[in-house]
């Protein structure tokens, strides 16, 4: 006997989601016995975060040529190695301080760093990967880039020990 189908949920409403997704807020409650946001930075926020994160960023890279999908175990060695770096960078997103952060037990500081990752973690992730796939780019642009197929020309004579000079006004 056949059964009849339960109707879909109702999608939202078109666009609801968007700002979430343009940027990314993510609520973590009792951190530290606070009620915090983690969010995106902003676009000025960004490039006064870039030489915080670059050394960061670099040893992402070096991560990528071993794998695009790091363990929670690389991504947690990445932020320890790095640990002064990713307290500010902490702090920025959450809207907290640098104390706050380095007063934080395991359990509340791990859950705020996974929180940073979900929000901050995939730009600066497909950062790293532009900067390995245009670096490999230019790698094998410049082992293709050998010796052209015809030299290059001379320069053009500018005087000839046997041709006359050219009367004035020809």
């Known amino acids: 006997m056949a059964t009849r189908a339960k109707p879909k949920k109702k999608a939202g409403k078109p666009g609801a989601d968007d700002l979430q997704v343009l940027h990314p807020e993510l609520p973590v409650k009792n951190i530290g016995g606070r009620d915090l946001v983690v969010r995106e930075y902003g676009f000025i926020e960004g490039?006064?975060?870039?030489?915080?994160?670059?050394?960061?960023?670099?040893?992402?890279?070096?991560?990528?040529?071993l794998?695009?999908?790091?363990?929670?175990?690389?991504?947690?060695?990445?932020?320890?190695?790095?640990?002064?770096?990713?307290?500010?960078?902490?702090?920025?997103?959450?809207?907290?301080?640098?104390?706050?952060?380095?007063?934080?037990k395991q359990t509340d500081g791990t859950r705020l760093a996974d929180a940073w990752w979900m929000v901050n973690g995939p730009f600066y992730w497909r950062t790293a990967i532009s900067r390995v796939a245009v670096a490999r780019v230019q790698a094998k642009a410049g082992k293709t880039a050998g010796a052209t197929s015809t030299p290059p020309s001379s320069g053009t004579a500018t005087e000839s020990a046997t041709s006359d000079a050219t009367p004035a006004g020809s």
């Open 67 to 104: 794998t695009t999908q790091p363990t929670n175990d690389q991504v947690l060695d990445l932020m320890g190695n790095h640990i002064d770096q990713f307290q500010e960078l902490l702090a920025a997103a959450s809207d907290t301080d640098v104390a706050f952060v380095a007063s934080l």
């Open 47 to 65: 490039l006064r975060m870039r030489p915080i994160i670059e050394p960061m960023l670099k040893d992402m890279e070096a991560l990528i040529s």
